[in-house]
C-alpha cells in the first residue's frame, strides 16, 4: 500500500534552514500531486505548500512564501520542503500528503516530522 | 481565504450513541465542476490524519460505516452512528474548492 516517509526534522535556531523529505512507496510517485501540512504543537492543521506531479506548479502559504521552497525528485520518489529563515512560529509537525485522483485535497499521509526552532 | 467553522470543538460522547460534528463554510463549497471538495479526517491522539470522508459523502476505503457525511453547499455534517471507544480523537473539516485549501479547527471526540 502506499507509504509515506517523513524525515529531517530536529531542532533549529532562528534564522537557519532546514530541508525536509518525503519518501513516497507503493505508488507511481510522478502521477500524483503533494502536500506539506503542518501542526503546531496542540494546534490543529495548516496548509503550507503543494507540488504538481510534474513539478511545474507550485502554491504556498502567505505564511511561508518567500522563505520556504516545495520541490520534488521523481526519479528517487521523494517530495522536499526547504526552509529557509525559520521562525519560532514554524514550530511544528510537518506532514506530507499525496493528492487522490480527480480532487485537490490530500488523501494519504505521513507519520510527521518534528520541526523546532528555538534559540 | 475560506473559513471554516465547525461546532461543537468538545465533544463528549457515550459508547454506543451517536455524535454529529457541524461545519460551516464562509462560502460555497461548489466547484465550477460541479463537483464539492469537501473532506472530514480524523486524528487520533498520538496520530497522523486520517481522511474519512471525501466529496461530502463518500467513505474511504476501510473507514467503517458508522461514519457518514453530508450536506451541501455551506453546510456540511459528519455523523457516527454508534460511537465506539477507537473513535475518541480531534475530527477535522477541510475544504480544497477554493485555494488555499482550508481546515477547520477541529472537534475533539473524547467518551464520557
Known amino acids: 500500500q502506499v507509504q509515506l516517509v517523513e524525515s529531517g526534522g530536529g531542532v533549529v535556531q532562528p534564522g537557519r534552514s532546514l530541508r525536509l523529505s518525503c519518501a513516497a512507496s507503493?505508488?507511481?510517485?510522478?502521477?500524483?500531486?503533494m502536500h506539506w501540512v503542518r501542526q503546531a504543537p496542540g494546534k490543529g492543521l495548516e496548509w503550507v505548500a503543494v507540488?504538481?506531479?510534474?513539478?511545474?506548479?507550485?502554491y504556498y502559504a502567505d505564511s511561508v512564501k518567500g522563505r520556504f521552497t516545495i520541490s520534488r525528485d521523481n526519479s528517487k520518489n521523494t517530495l522536499y520542503l526547504q526552509m529557509n529563515s525559520l521562525r519560532a512560529e514554524d514550530t511544528a509537525m510537518y506532514y506530507c500528503?499525496?493528492?487522490?485522483?480527480?480532487?485537490?485535497?490530500?488523501?494519504?499521509w505521513g507519520q510527521g516530522t518534528t520541526v523546532t526552532v528555538s534559540s | 481565504d475560506v473559513v471554516l467553522t465547525q461546532s461543537p470543538l468538545s465533544l463528549p460522547v457515550t459508547l454506543g450513541q451517536p455524535a454529529s460534528i457541524s461545519c460551516r463554510s464562509s462560502?460555497?463549497?461548489?466547484?465550477?465542476?460541479?463537483?464539492?471538495?469537501f473532506n472530514w479526517f480524523q486524528q487520533r491522539p498520538g496520530q497522523s490524519p486520517r481522511r474519512l470522508i471525501y466529496?461530502?459523502?463518500n467513505r474511504d476505503s476501510g473507514v467503517p460505516d458508522r461514519f457518514s457525511g453530508s450536506g451541501s453547499g455551506t453546510d456540511f455534517t459528519l455523523k457516527i452512528s454508534r460511537v465506539e471507544a477507537e473513535d475518541v480523537g480531534v475530527y477535522y473539516c477541510?475544504?480544497?474548492?477554493?485555494?488555499?485549501?482550508?481546515f477547520g479547527q477541529g472537534t475533539k471526540v473524547e467518551i464520557k
Open positions: 500528503a499525496k493528492v487522490p485522483p480527480g480532487d485537490y485535497g490530500m488523501d494519504v
Open positions: 507503493g505508488l507511481t510517485f510522478s502521477n500524483y500531486g
Open positions: 507540488i504538481s506531479h510534474d513539478e511545474v506548479n507550485k
Open positions: 462560502q460555497s463549497l461548489v466547484y465550477s465542476d460541479g463537483n464539492t471538495y
Open positions: 466529496k461530502v459523502s
Open positions: 477541510m475544504q480544497a474548492t477554493h485555494w488555499p485549501p482550508t
